[in-house]
């Protein structure tokens, strides 16, 4: 059956190069004119970053919890990229200093807290100064403007583009996808968005360096904006991934629709000036308004579809559908990542301490910092309720961050604690974890040498090089590093030899029943063999009673770990000469 070519998702006989992403008419961003909301009043303490507000904040800015900006981090980010400034910059920017009785600001700023909720607001206030004279304490009163200025609404209308690919810069792109579900919600066909994933962009980058990688994301774009529509919108969703609005188009066009990319991309190779490469990708979409009501919703529901495409290994695309089982699993994965993100936010979550005792002396030498979450209601979670979660969810690098943050305000605190913390490889790549750990360690350096960085060792293998890297990069800020739950991956020995490793943790499941298992026996013996050989430190963890504990000393294993020595604690360590303290940063 021959498709109506304006009905088509596809626009045919065109160049890549001919084939202009189009911009659609702007459609005003919704803003309540000439309806008073009256005030919000707030206090942002900014040593603890917490800001408490008012009731009104609520329905000011258009937020069903005023809990997820309780921070000035997590306000900063309703700031919209168009602004031409912002609260922080009103106050951390000021040319006046406190003498005393504060400094007052006022600032006017453009907020964009849901895709299509763009509006600006009216900040005044008085900002108070610490014993060093920067802000730490800050009053005032935020309102909605009803009637912006000539000036402001064209802010508001004025698109960004993304330079690396020429499409829309990603909240643009948002807001386009808000003003187009309204538009076309009286049109029988609806519409589709989908997200392309780009595979393996990170792993392309360390290989070939970034501007391989941005040469890759517009080569990408290009292929995208030549088979679709004039009328269809490509835009910069993130670093790896590119949107795409099909306005109007029917859902059963979809999977065809998302075929044809792929096959596009996969056609033949990028050149590139490292040389051609050849690239796959991903694709997740949604059918709107069958599956998704708001741009938010759709948003979410592409980003769900684009995780199942990839831990599919029969498709490379997913279409999101609302069955009972997937609605099921979206809500509690929303719920969980509402708690989690709360805890952070209110600053609820903790560390545990489990001491690791040397085998010569029998005493502590130095304890690992556990994450711990602490409910509303005070009761203490452990790592189980937040880690699997939070790495599935995609937001683990927040907890590392913040482990990180505890586990060297501790070191700070007390001048004589030892301290391991663990952080996933995927933060400890990043270019942002890096930077805030040399950062911080530079403010203190006594605490560096008294600092040890616990990765798994099943993700090290994935890249052995990157792997060496970070290590390198780690100890050059004065840390020692650690493998942990060594043994559990397939290439074990290897790596003990070609990454610069200061202590090697013992994965427990060769522990637990060494007493009872010979091939455990065995394998721990010639580990520890090869260790001493390399001059790398042991840790034997998971040691739950007194013979594995007497085998182990017998075997010379420095260190030994498990609750049968000693069980994690929220406790903070302390010197003889401190007050008892429950934990950090409460």
Known sequence: MT???????????????????????????????????????????????????????????????????????????LVDQASPTSRHAEIFEASQSDQGTGVGFSARYLVNPAPGQRFWIEDKGRWFASDTGRPRLVHGTC?????????????????????A????????????????????????????????????????????????????IAAIARRLRGLIRRRDVLGRYATNRIGIILAPSLAEHMEYVAGRLMSAIRSSPIETSAGPLSVSIHIGGVAIPHEAKTATEAL????????????????????????????????????????????????????????????????????????RMVNPEGEVLGASHIVPAAERLGFLHLIDHRVTELAIEALSFNPELVLTMNVGVATALHPDWIAAFRAA?????????????????????????????????????????????????????????????????????????????????????????????LKIETVAEWVQDEETAALLTSWKVEYLQGDFLGQASCDLPLPENKPALRHLSA
């Open 143 to 163: 309102r909605r403007i009803t009637t912006p200025t000539a000036e402001e609404n064209a802010l508001i209308s004025k698109r960004r583009i993304d330079p």
């Open 165 to 216: 690919t020429g499409a829309l810069a990603r909240a643009d792109y948002c807001n386009t996808l808000a003003n187009l579900i309204e538009a076309n919600a009286g049109d029988p066909r609806g519409m589709v968005t989908m997200l392309v994933g780009i595979d393996d962009l990170s792993q392309l980058n360390r290989t070939y360096g970034y501007h391989v990688g941005d040469e890759v």
């Open 300 to 371: 979410h529901c592409c980003e769900e579809a684009l995780m199942h495409a990839h831990e599919r290994a029969d498709t490379s695309f997913v279409a999101f559908s609302s069955d009972p089982d997937t609605a099921n699993r979206r809500t509690s994965n929303r719920e969980t990542t509402d708690i989690v993100l709360s805890a952070l936010n209110e600053r609820r979550i903790r560390l545990a301490f489990q001491p690791i005792i040397s085998s010569t002396s029998g005493k502590v030498a130095m304890y690992e910092a556990l994450v």
């Open 3 to 77: 498709q109506n070519i304006a009905e088509s998702p596809f626009q045919t006989g065109r160049t890549p190069d001919q084939a202009a992403c189009r911009i659609p008419p702007e459609t005003p961003a919704t803003i309540d004119t000439g309806l008073d909301l009256g005030e919000a009043h707030y206090a942002w303490d900014i040593e603890t970053d917490t800001i408490n507000w008012d009731l009104s904040a609520v329905p000011i800015f258009g937020l069903r919890d005023i809990g997820t900006v309780s921070s000035g981090t997590a306000f900063a980010t």
């Open 441 to 533: 360690l530079a403010i203190n350096p006594t605490v560096a040498k008294r600092l040890v960085v616990e990765i798994t060792e099943t993700s090290l293998i994935e890249d052995i090089n990157a792997a060496r890297d970070l290590i390198i990069a780690i100890k050059e800020c004065g840390a020692r590093v650690a493998i942990d739950d060594f043994g559990a991956g397939h290439t074990s020995f290897r790596n003990m030899r070609l990454l610069p490793i200061d202590i090697l943790k013992i994965d427990g499941t060769f522990i637990k029943n060494l007493a009872r298992s010979p091939d455990d026996r065995f394998f721990v013996q010639t580990l520890l063999q090869l260790a001493r050989h």
